[in-house]
């Protein structure tokens, strides 16, 4: 990672050492419902501004909300896959404020009584694992977008897109467990796949799907007692969460080291300045004045509802990693790297069955299909080549049908055509490998015309030997199997007089 301004502080290692860092992350989430929240209008991202509102999600006097039951359900998935224990009973909570990106004067949020509690995801920074603990997942409504650019008066007046008003999202804090920025992009970096893979949310965070907030302190190494927290926003990737929380910590330490105090304060994250900037001093719960939800019923989850969302959770990632290592014979990087998404692990997961051995099949997803994909700018489920279609061309080489050199070149003719190996082998002649009668006549026509090398071979430079396998190589149209040709020529050098 390029260190981009000289702005950043440097500390000695040895007070670095002297301190400890305790981070916990909130993370905010939109669910992935086709409607809002407490109303019927569209979560459709991008659609033109104020179009997609009505009287609820505006704030006018007399409406009435309305629970919509999927928001629930998708934050019941997000509890369960996070191992957070769902409440049968929760309740939704004014949060007061005034802003004009909140029409009503307050959010409906969860506050004494949040969906679920008392969860864990596992990380994984340096081949250490640590588990590190939620704390709570909550239901709320997002806010409308506040515009500062692109229109005309954008210097004097702001704009407000009320369409993201009452969208639905899931609000997930973490226990301050986390004690190095790796720590922390790892876990977000989990908790990320597991929403992806349980279908919560699209987690786009250029869209503000995924939005985080960190708390950070520093306690000198040993102590039991936290430092002040500080709240650093507008964290909105995962390079930023790094880098807020390495710039963080190091300030804290440069101000307790000089005889300073940290004050409790919201910062946010300046990218372009690489430092985080103080914002406003940190509101208290008090300040919010939370009450409970007058216009909506406590929601009752029955056990057999939860049961029922438990049941159609799909495997998660770690576990899915696991079973790969242990069903197919593949790497614990293989694993990692087959499960990045579910549509990528299912990928696997076919070609294996249609017969191609798993570590084979690994090895080629990991080489030419990801490297075809990427220079191609396609997804994994739009591949030209299926899996079925890469389970036989792997299936040709492991029975040495063709070479791996050749199986590379059908391979790109796949993917630019869509034809099958067996079709693009008997197109071009490309199939059954030269066989070793073939490639010791080609091996001895060579010896013949070279007489010379022959003599410098026998005379011990080892460096010819390459040149020989090389013709033999060309003579047989790069089909001869690269062990066969070796063995074949040294044997002939060897007795050839
Ligand atoms: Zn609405």
Same mark, same amino acid.
């Given at each position: 990672?390029?260190?981009?301004?000289?702005?950043?502080?440097?500390?000695?290692?040895?007070?670095?050492?002297?301190?400890?860092?305790?981070?916990?992350?909130?993370?905010?989430?939109?669910?992935?419902?086709?409607?809002?929240?407490?109303?019927?209008?569209?979560?459709?991202?991008?659609?033109?501004?104020?179009?997609?509102?009505?009287?609820?999600?505006?704030?006018?006097?007399?409406?009435?909300?309305?629970?919509?039951?999927?928001?629930?359900?998708?934050?019941?998935?997000?509890?369960?896959?996070?191992?957070?224990?769902?409440?049968?009973?929760?309740?939704?909570?004014?949060?007061?404020?005034?802003?004009?990106?909140?029409?009503?004067?307050?959010?409906?949020?969860?506050?004494?009584?949040?969906?679920?509690?008392?969860?864990?995801?596992?990380?994984?920074?340096?081949?250490?694992?640590?588990?590190?603990?939620?704390?709570?997942?909550?239901?709320?409504?997002?806010?409308?977008?506040?515009?500062?650019?692109?229109?005309?008066?954008?210097?004097?007046?702001?704009?407000?897109?009320?369409?993201?008003?009452?969208?639905?999202?899931?609000?997930?804090?973490?226990?301050?467990?986390? &004690?190095?920025? @790796?720590? /922390?992009?790892? =876990?977000?970096?989990?908790?990320?796949?597991? #929403? %992806?893979?349980?279908? *919560? +949310?699209?987690?786009?965070?250029?869209?503000?799907?995924?939005?985080?907030?960190?708390?950070?302190?520093?306690?000198?190494?040993?102590?039991?007692?936290?430092?002040?927290?500080?709240?650093?926003?507008?964290?909105?990737?995962?390079?930023?969460?790094?880098?807020?929380?390495?710039?963080?910590?190091?300030?804290?330490?440069?101000?307790?080291?000089?005889?300073?105090?940290?004050?409790?304060?919201?910062?946010?994250?300046?990218?372009?300045?690489?430092?985080?900037?103080?914002? &406003?001093?940190? @509101?208290? /719960?008090?300040? =919010?004045?939370?009450?409970?939800?007058?216009? #909506? %019923?406590?929601?009752? *989850? +029955?056990?057999?509802?939860?049961?029922?969302?438990?049941?159609?959770?799909?495997?998660?990632?770690?576990?899915?990693?696991?079973?790969?290592?242990?069903?197919?014979?593949?790497?614990?990087?293989?694993?990692?790297?087959?499960?990045?998404?579910?549509?990528?692990?299912?990928?696997?997961?076919?070609?294996?069955?249609?017969?191609?051995?798993?570590?084979?099949?690994?090895?080629?997803?990991?080489?030419?299909?990801?490297?075809?994909?990427?220079?191609?700018?396609?997804?994994?489920?739009?591949?030209?080549?299926?899996?079925?279609?890469?389970?036989?061309?792997?299936?040709?080489?492991?029975?040495?049908?063709?070479?791996?050199?050749?199986?590379?070149?059908?391979?790109?003719?796949?993917?630019?055509?869509?034809?099958?190996?067996?079709?693009?082998?008997?197109?071009?002649?490309?199939?059954?490998?030269?066989?070793?009668?073939?490639?010791?006549?080609?091996?001895?026509?060579?010896?013949?015309?070279?007489?010379?090398?022959?003599?410098?071979?026998?005379?011990?430079?080892?460096?010819?030997?390459?040149?020989?396998?090389?013709?033999?190589?060309?003579?047989?149209?790069?089909?001869?199997?690269?062990?066969?040709?070796?063995?074949?020529?040294?044997?002939?050098?060897?007795?050839?007089?």
């Amino acid at each position: 990672m390029p260190k981009s301004t000289p702005e950043e502080p440097s500390l000695a290692p040895e007070l670095l050492a002297k301190y400890e860092p305790v981070i916990g992350l909130e993370v905010h989430v939109q669910l992935l419902t086709r409607t809002k929240i407490f109303c019927g209008c569209s979560t459709r991202f991008g659609d033109p501004p104020n179009t997609n509102v009505c009287p609820v999600c505006l704030g006018l006097p007399g409406t009435l909300p309305v629970l919509n039951k999927r928001a629930v359900e998708m934050a019941m998935r997000a509890s369960l896959a996070l191992n957070c224990t769902v409440h049968e009973h929760s309740r939704f909570a004014r949060k007061n404020y005034f802003y004009p990106d909140l029409p009503k004067g307050y959010q409906i949020s969860q506050y004494e009584l949040p969906l679920a509690t008392g969860g864990w995801l596992e990380v994984e920074v340096a081949n250490a694992k640590k588990l590190i603990g939620i704390t709570r997942l909550h239901l709320e409504e997002d806010a409308a977008k506040n515009l500062h650019e692109g229109f005309s008066q954008s210097a004097t007046k702001a704009y407000i897109d009320y369409n993201r008003c009452g969208t639905p999202l899931s609000e997930i804090v973490s226990e301050p467990d986390l &004690r190095t920025p @790796e720590q /922390a992009y790892a =876990y977000l970096t989990t908790l990320r796949q597991i #929403l %992806l893979y349980t279908g *919560v +949310s699209d987690c786009n965070m250029e869209e503000g799907s995924l939005r985080c907030d960190a708390n950070v302190s520093v306690r000198l190494r040993g102590s039991k007692e936290f430092g002040t927290k500080v709240e650093v926003k507008n964290l909105n990737s995962f390079r930023f969460l790094q880098k807020a929380l390495e710039y963080e910590i190091e300030r804290h330490i440069a101000v307790l080291e000089s005889g300073g105090r940290i004050s409790q304060e919201t910062r946010l994250w300046n990218q372009a300045e690489s430092q985080t900037i103080s914002m &406003r001093s940190k @509101e208290k /719960a008090h300040d =919010y004045r939370y009450f409970p939800e007058p216009d #909506l %019923l406590p929601v009752h *989850v +029955s056990a057999a509802w939860r049961d029922e969302v438990l049941r159609t959770l799909p495997e998660l990632p770690e576990v899915k990693r696991a079973r790969f290592v242990s069903t197919f014979g593949i790497t614990p990087y293989d694993a990692e790297v087959l499960t990045n998404t579910q549509a990528l692990a299912d990928y696997f997961e076919s070609v294996a069955k249609a017969g191609a051995p798993g570590k084979a099949a690994a090895n080629w997803m990991q080489t030419e299909l990801l490297r075809g994909l990427k220079e191609s700018g396609k997804e994994i489920d739009a591949s030209p080549v299926l899996p079925a279609a890469l389970a036989e061309l792997v299936k040709l080489v492991e029975s040495a049908k063709i070479t791996g050199a050749v199986a590379k070149k059908v391979f790109a003719t796949m993917f630019e055509s869509g034809r099958t190996a067996a079709e693009i082998v008997a197109a071009e002649g490309l199939g059954a490998q030269v066989g070793d009668s073939d490639i010791e006549q080609a091996a001895l026509e060579i010896i013949a015309k070279e007489p010379g090398n022959v003599a410098k071979f026998r005379a011990g430079n080892e460096g010819v030997f390459k040149f020989f396998v090389g013709r033999v190589m060309k003579a047989t149209r790069g089909q001869a199997n690269p062990q066969a040709v070796n063995d074949i020529l040294r044997k002939l050098l060897s007795e050839t007089k």
